[in-house]
């Protein structure tokens, strides 16, 4: 279902900066998961990132560490994707997605019952 909304993304050059947003519904004291997600030209949909609210645990896929952050506002009911140091191959379209009955992170997004629509980054050299 569709009932997550999704701000930021756009176009940026090779070592600019983008956050996305990603504004849910549900009470600020619900545990949930809420994970990012994008599908590259070509490319099956990967996991980014994510948090576990119940603790506020953070995952990141190898190949954004260091250079990605995630995190939540609690009172804005927020999570942000803090992308710095962009790379031409993190072209794509990045959605988040988010679960109330998981209390682990997982980056398999068959997992996930509300999702955005989505965002387009594209990164230039």
């Known amino acids: 279902q569709v009932q997550l909304v999704q701000s930021g993304g756009g176009v940026v050059q090779a070592g600019g900066s983008l956050r996305l947003s990603c504004a849910s519904s549900?009470?600020?004291?619900?545990?949930?998961?809420i994970a990012w997600f994008r599908e590259a030209p070509g490319k099956e949909r990967e996991g980014v990132s994510l948090?576990?609210?119940?603790?506020?645990?953070?995952y990141y896929v190898d190949s954004v560490k260091g250079r990605f952050t995630i995190s939540r506002d609690k009172v804005k009911n927020t999570v942000y994707l803090q992308m710095n140091s962009l790379k031409p191959e993190n072209t794509a379209v990045y959605y988040c997605?988010?679960?109330?009955?998981?209390?682990?992170?997982?980056?398999?997004?068959?997992?996930?019952?509300?999702w955005g629509q989505g965002k387009q980054i594209n990164v230039y050299s």
């Open positions: 948090i576990v609210t119940s603790d506020d645990s953070a």
């Open positions: 997605e988010k679960d109330h009955k998981l209390r682990y992170g997982s980056f398999d997004s068959k997992e996930y019952n509300y």
């Open positions: 549900g009470r600020t004291l619900d545990y949930y998961v």
